[in-house]
């Protein structure tokens, strides 16, 4: 037998065809994501989000809210406005850090995601003080559950340098959109 255009022929028992099955398709996207804040603002002392939310490729104006963070790295902000609340989605928690960089989340919702874009909310007192939004950020997907930030299993999926699009926003709590196209 020989396979042509996925059928099978049989070649020396006589000429029949055999339809093959298509395979599945591959989950494509992501189940665990890193969040990777290397800089915030312009001093670079302090960050600050009241949460994100991703886009999917399957409803790219749908934000993807509420995940269970799996580990993190923040300043000794105890509790209260810890990395957990980064992701939570409660607009009404947020997570704070001083003095130590980087930050990172690792967080999942246990579904398949294909992100096409995400959404920063800026924090409770943005308009004071909008150097504590990232500057100087990445987000990774991977589909191996780890909580090293550094394990060789995360792929970018889009990281950004100097980039004052939540530094700019003088409102308190506001979605920012960042599409990756």
């Given at each position: 037998?020989?396979?042509?255009?996925?059928?099978?022929?049989?070649v020396?028992?006589?000429?029949?065809?055999?339809?093959i099955?298509?395979?599945?398709?591959?989950p494509?996207?992501?189940?665990?994501?890193?969040?990777?804040?290397?800089?915030?603002?312009?001093?670079?002392s302090?960050?600050?989000?009241?949460?994100?939310?991703?886009?999917?490729?399957?409803?790219?104006?749908t934000?993807?809210?509420?995940f269970?963070?799996?580990?993190?790295?923040?300043?000794?902000?105890?509790?209260?406005?810890?990395?957990?609340?980064?992701?939570?989605?409660?607009?009404?928690?947020?997570w704070?850090?001083?003095?130590?960089?980087?930050?990172?989340?690792?967080?999942?919702?246990?579904?398949?995601?294909?992100?096409?874009?995400?959404?920063?909310?800026?924090?409770?007192?943005?308009?004071?003080?909008?150097?504590?939004?990232?500057?100087?950020?990445?987000?990774?997907?991977?589909?191996?559950?780890?909580?090293d930030?550094?394990?060789?299993?995360?792929?970018?999926?889009?990281?950004?340098?100097?980039?004052?699009?939540?530094?700019?926003?003088?409102?308190?709590?506001?979605?920012?959109?960042?599409?990756?196209?």
């Open positions: 037998m020989i396979r042509f255009n996925n059928k099978l022929i049989r020396n028992g006589g000429l029949a065809e055999y339809t099955p298509p395979e599945p398709p591959t494509s996207g992501y189940q665990y994501f890193l969040w990777y804040v290397e800089m915030s603002g312009t001093n670079g302090e960050f600050m989000q009241q949460d994100l939310a991703l886009y999917d490729a399957s409803a790219p104006s934000k993807i809210t509420g269970t963070s799996l580990a993190g790295k923040t300043s000794s902000n105890p509790g209260s406005e810890n990395y957990p609340n980064g992701v939570d989605g409660n607009e009404n928690s947020k704070y850090s001083s003095g130590t960089w980087p930050n990172w989340v690792i967080f999942t919702n246990n579904n398949i995601i294909n992100p096409v874009g995400f959404s920063y909310m800026t924090s409770n007192d943005q308009s004071a003080v909008n150097s504590r939004s990232p500057i100087n950020y990445k987000l990774c997907g991977s589909n191996v559950s780890t909580i930030p550094s394990d060789s299993n995360w792929t970018v999926i889009y990281q950004a340098t100097d980039d004052l699009t939540f530094y700019n926003v003088r409102n308190n709590m506001t979605w920012v959109d960042k599409y990756f196209s």
